[in-house]
């Protein structure tokens, strides 16, 4: 009778053994803290319920096995940083945690894209009402600090305007990180259209 593997993380991981440890010192190590989140977002029915953002994503089957995502993770030249893991920054809107869709990268960078085309109230990211003038404020986030961009007419002004500022900045922060980056993942970023 073939051996069966228990499904321990959130009833679709697994940890099959081999190389790769778990813990250390019974502490948790980064690499395992990495895949149970990633588990955790995709599978676990209360985090979707608080984050609806995250249903519909998936992890590819290799990656069920915590072996495979540890050997993916210390094959990444920048593991040794406590780099967070991203499914969307080389392909936009994906979907699917797997070795061709994810990268490592610092949290600013992570922040930098999460809530790009995301709506905030009955406006777009970044824009609001301004009550006083009736018009549209832009503002973005720069390095933790809200930035002023500007009073617009139109919500579709407010929305170019934003755009434009969100993609100079997206630019800066990629050359600033430049060496603490993979290259596609700087491609990916001197690239981004915020939509």
């Known amino acids: 009778m073939p051996y069966k593997i228990e499904r321990t993380v959130c009833g679709v991981g697994f ?3 081999g190389n790769y440890e778990t813990s250390l010192d019974k502490k948790q190590l980064k690499v395992y803290s990495l895949w149970a989140a990633m588990m955790n977002r995709c599978y676990n029915p209360i985090y979707l319920k608080q984050k609806p953002n995250y249903i519909g994503c998936t992890v590819c089957e290799e990656w069920h096995d915590f072996q495979n995502f540890a050997k993916w993770f210390y094959s990444e030249r920048f593991h040794i940083f406590k780099y967070e893991l991203d499914k969307d920054i080389l392909i936009k809107g994906n979907k699917i945690y797997s070795p061709e869709t994810c990268c490592l990268v610092p949290h600013s960078i992570n922040m930098l894209i999460t809530n790009s085309g995301s709506k905030s109230g009955d406006y777009p990211q970044g824009i609001s009402l301004h009550k006083g ?38 630019r800066d922060v990629a050359i600033e990180n430049k060496d603490l980056i993979e290259l596609s993942v700087f491609e990916a970023l001197m690239n981004w259209q915020v939509e």
């Open 133 to 170: 003038t009736g018009k549209f404020r832009v503002r973005l986030g720069v390095y933790g600090k809200i930035k002023y961009i500007g009073l617009f007419n139109s919500e579709a002004l407010a929305l170019s305007a934003y755009k434009k500022a969100k993609e100079s900045h997206i």
């Open 15 to 17: 940890n099959s053994g």
